[in-house]
């Protein structure tokens, strides 16, 4: 099945890529800084990553759910 979750193809890669930039001492901290990285996340990176899920819907629909990502 086609990943067209916007969170997944679009914003996970940042979000990851902000919470670790220091190592993790624990849990609590890991959670902690997933939610300060997600509430800091600017309104335009959710909005690119809605357009991309349009686009990728649309490939989906072209090919009838097959893969797609080489059209996107």
Known sequence: MPNN??????IWGRVQQCV??????????????FVEV???LRQTVVDDAI???KRRLRACVRV???HFEHLV
């Open 51 to 53: 357009d991309e899920w």
């Open 38 to 40: 997600w509430s800091g």
């Open 20 to 33: 670790y930039q220091k190592p993790v001492k624990d849990v609590d901290e890991l959670k902690q800084r």
């Open 5 to 10: 979750n916007p969170v997944d193809y679009c």
């Open 64 to 66: 009838k759910g097959q």
